[in-house]
């Protein structure tokens, strides 16, 4: 219960800007398995105000257009994965003769 509780905070971070909102929203339309993202910004001069504003590549490297200029984001997402380990020696597995 705990585990799905830290899920969806994951997923409710907000966004630090509107075109990194719309940018999020893409990604978890494409990505629905990916439970947090980390998005950066390669400009520091994204408008905080826009008429218009349209995602036009998604993935590791991902940009939005407003108006005449592109801004280019840098992606990462993370989803949840099983791994198993198991400690032992390696002569347990084949048993001993």
Do not use: C, N
């Amino acid at each position: 219960m705990i585990f799905g509780v830290l899920a969806m905070s994951l997923v409710t971070t907000e966004p630090t800007s509107a075109v990194e909102g719309i940018l999020r929203a893409r990604l978890l339309e494409r990505y629905p398995a990916v439970v947090r993202w980390e998005i950066k910004s390669f400009s520091t001069d994204v408008p905080a105000t826009f008429a218009d504003a349209k995602v036009v590549q998604l993935g590791a490297r991902s940009a939005v257009q407003i108006g005449r200029r592109v801004y280019w984001y840098s992606v990462a997402g993370f989803a949840q994965a099983v791994s198993a380990s198991w400690e032992g020696k390696i002569d347990d597995l084949h048993g001993s003769d």
